[in-house]
């Protein structure tokens, strides 16, 4: 059985001093293409609005705590 190769990553374990097991580098290759699929998106503008776990509702964190 071969194993699929990707010279970018390749490129980017070799400058970061990593060698991988064998037998994770199909893993570690699909995260990465995930990872660059998703970047695009990561780095693009966005709003306070989409990140929703930021914000909060001033009633929500002032309202007394029943004993």
């Known amino acids: 059985m071969t194993e699929e190769r990707d010279a970018e990553l390749d490129m980017v ?6 060698t991988l097991p064998p037998n ?3 893993g570690i290759l699909a995260t990465y293409r995930d990872l660059q699929a998703m970047l ?6 966005r ?3 989409a990140e929703p776990a930021g914000t909060y509702v001033l009633e929500t964190i002032t309202r007394e705590i029943a004993p």
């Open 24 to 26: 994770r580098y199909a």
């Open 40 to 45: 695009p998106v990561l780095r693009g503008p």
């Open 47 to 49: 709003t306070a609005a």
């Open 13 to 18: 374990l070799k400058r970061a001093g990593l």
